[in-house]
């Protein structure tokens, strides 16, 4: 049984999770209706009103979590939650590498893993989910940002798609652990709106660009650029479409 907290408001479910992982199990869940500073990758905020979307945060505290497999965890949640996506709405939902869900080339969901160390071995991993569900609009300066309702019409129910969401993330964890992250990119490979696009890769004054080809074993983005293959890990770059969002 997993352990929930559920909280009407919090600063940030990623945040509160962390505070509180040397106390608490494995699977441990934060579920918030409103997050005062919602976190994104790369220090952005995430814009977390109450009733728009699910906020959630699950704690990994597994031995057999280890610094090569722990960079699997984002895209455990990016399947469970295009899973969970597709069959409330019945349409494929596409995986923008690394943590981005897309649909109609909106992106529906964001992803935050984020994990300690302690005397050099990785202690902890708390993976933060948020997805857009119920808004009706965005500010003008998220242009590529949507929801569910938004694009399908369908009105969900937050708390019910978070925990549905942890279910599937338990299973695909499980699969990271016993088959590999290679198990994992099998999947996603072929719902990724990345894989065979011209994109644009930027890590601070550092950009490339080039067709996206394939994900490698540990998870990193293979570019095919005009001075050769270059590969590009998660968290350190942000990747766009030459041509807008994807
Ligand atoms: C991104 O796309 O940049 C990642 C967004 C991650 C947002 C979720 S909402 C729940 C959890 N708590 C946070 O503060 N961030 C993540």
């Keep these: 049984m997993r352990q929930v907290i559920y909280l009407d408001s919090v600063d940030s479910t990623n945040s509160r999770l962390k505070q509180i992982a040397g106390t608490v199990p494995n699977g441990t869940a934060v579920i918030a209706d409103l997050q005062t500073a919602g976190r994104g990758r790369l220090g952005r905020n995430w814009l977390s009103r109450p009733g728009d979307g699910a906020w959630f945060s699950v704690l990994v505290k597994d031995e057999r979590l280890t610094p090569e497999n722990a960079g699997g965890l984002v895209f455990c949640c990016a399947l469970a939650a295009a899973d969970v996506l597709k069959e409330i709405s019945g349409r494929e939902i596409l995986i923008k590498w690394p943590n981005d869900l897309v ?35 965005f500010p003008p300066d998220l242009p590529y940002a949507a929801s569910l309702r938004m694009e399908t019409g369908i009105v969900s129910d937050c708390r019910k798609v978070a925990l549905d969401t942890l279910d599937k993330f338990d299973t695909y964890a499980q699969m990271l652990y016993n088959q590999g992250l290679n198990s994992l990119i099998d999947l996603i490979s072929p719902i990724s709106a990345t894989l065979g696009r011209e994109v644009r890769a930027v890590n601070g004054e550092k950009e490339l660009t080039g067709v996206a080809e394939r994900l490698l074993p540990d998870g990193s983005l293979l570019i095919a650029t005009a001075d050769g293959p270059v590969s590009v890990r998660a968290g350190e770059v942000s990747v766009r479409g030459l041509y807008g969002y994807i």
């Design 103 to 137: 649909l109609n080339g909106k992106k529906l969901c964001g992803i935050l893993c984020e994990s300690g160390y302690n005397g050099g071995r990785l202690d902890w991993a708390v993976c933060g989910i948020g997805i857009n569900l119920n808004a009706e609009s």
